[in-house]
T-cell receptor, first 110, second 116 residues
Framework: AQSVTQLGSHVSVSEGALVLLRCNYS??????LFWYVQYPNQGLQLLLK??????LVKGINGFEAEFKKSETSFHLTKPSAHMSDAAEYFC????????FGKGTRLSVIA | GAGVSQTPSNKVTEKGKYVELRCDPI?????LYWYRQSLGQGPEFLIY????????DSGLPNDRFFAVRPEGSVSTLKIQRTERGDSAVYLC??????????????FGPGTRLTVL
């Protein structure tokens, strides 16, 4: 069975600081991996996805993620946090539907 | 272009009542998904349509839940004899259905269901 684990239900960073949101996956086959962002009272928006091409994936809003097979990880990073990045972030692994982690709420402190 | 839309945005009902939640996918998308998101949790899969047929309904929690997509476009999620535990945000997503497992799913804003 495929699953994802997001370490840390809540991450707080200062504006301008590095953002690191952790995701580890479990998959018996090469996975397709996704990061989605959810702003309050809005639907999920795709940030980026890994589909077995380049292991470093660049997404929207300055986010990127690196697929590391040896660590079964797909952590999301952004060099400098903005206030507008405050949201809930979900990592997901794909079968036909998506299997989501429980999410990490990012707070950005001015 | 227009994204995935869901109606109503909010639905309050009483325990035991029947509700219908509607999803309008992006035009031309053949795949449609329903997920349920409870407070503080990630979305959980309910059912997946490819065209008019349910390709995978393994996420439906019990036989009170049913979904249809009669013409391969709009889908309706139906919940009978609602229970307080059904309270959640119900999310719909669609995808082009062309790239298999790599297909990007585009999500609607959700319907918040509250069962009193």
């Amino acid at each position: 069975a495929q699953s994802v684990t997001q370490l840390g239900s809540h991450v707080s960073v200062s504006e301008g600081a590095l953002v690191l949101l952790r995701c580890n996956y479990s998959s018996s086959v090469p996975p397709y991996l996704f990061w989605y962002v959810q702003y309050p009272n809005q639907g999920l928006q795709l940030l980026l996805k890994y589909t077995s091409a380049a292991t470093l994936v660049k997404g929207i809003n300055g986010f990127e993620a690196e697929f590391k097979k040896s660590e079964t990880s797909f952590h999301l990073t952004k060099p400098s946090a903005h206030m507008s990045d405050a949201a809930e972030y979900f990592c997901a692994v794909r079968r036909a539907p998506l299997v989501f982690g429980k999410g990490t709420r990012l707070s950005v402190i001015a | 272009g227009a994204g995935v839309s869901q109606t109503p945005s909010n639905k309050v009902t009483e325990k035991g009542k029947y509700v219908e939640l509607r999803c309008d996918p992006i035009s031309g998308h053949t795949a449609l998904y329903w997920y349920r998101q409870s407070l503080g949790q990630g979305p959980e899969f309910l059912i997946y349509f490819q065209g008019t047929g349910a390709a995978d309904d393994s996420g439906l929690p019990n036989d009170r839940f049913f979904a249809v997509r009669p013409e391969g476009s709009v889908s309706t999620l139906k919940i009978q004899r609602t229970e307080r535990g059904d309270s959640a945000v119900y999310l719909c997503a669609s995808s082009p259905g062309l790239a298999g497992q790599a297909d990007t799913q585009y999500f609607g804003p959700g319907t918040r269901l509250t069962v009193l």
